[in-house]
């Protein structure tokens, strides 16, 4: 199993910034790609930044310039740092991984239970 701890949300003004961090826990598992979804009351989950093991980085187009992904060089932690923030990021961010069992090429989704982000207008 793969445990994902978040960092906790927070509520800042529209313009502010905000930083979450999420960790991955286990001993089973290589973890692949992290990053995070958010979702909003009445709305789908979408994708807000993921990053693979190379590094490769995919920001939803809503906040392309504002947030930025970084991973940890122990490729287990990673940290969304949101500038910029409007009032339509208000979400549960939800961390996101992609596991592969050690031994296997099983690649498996887990997600943590997500922390709220509210902007204030």
């Known amino acids: 199993q793969v445990q994902l701890m978040e960092s906790e949300g927070g509520f800042v003004q529209a313009g502010g910034s905000l930083r979450l961090s999420c960790t991955a826990r286990?001993?089973?598992?290589?973890?692949?790609?992290m990053g995070w979804y958010r979702q909003a009351p009445g709305k789908q989950r979408e994708l807000v930044a993921t990053?693979?093991?190379?590094?490769?980085?995919t920001y939803a187009d809503s906040v392309k310039g504002r947030f930025t992904l970084s991973r940890a060089n122990t490729k287990d932690t990673v940290y969304l740092e949101m500038k910029s923030l409007k009032p339509e990021d208000t979400a549960v961010y939800i961390c996101?991984?992609?596991?592969?069992?050690?031994?296997?090429?099983?690649?498996?989704?887990?997600w943590g239970q997500g922390v709220q982000v509210t902007v204030s207008s």
């Open positions: 996101y991984t992609d596991a592969v069992r050690i031994g296997t090429i099983r690649h498996t989704p887990y």
């Open positions: 990053m693979t093991l190379g590094d490769r980085t």
């Open positions: 286990t001993s089973l598992f290589m973890i692949n790609i």
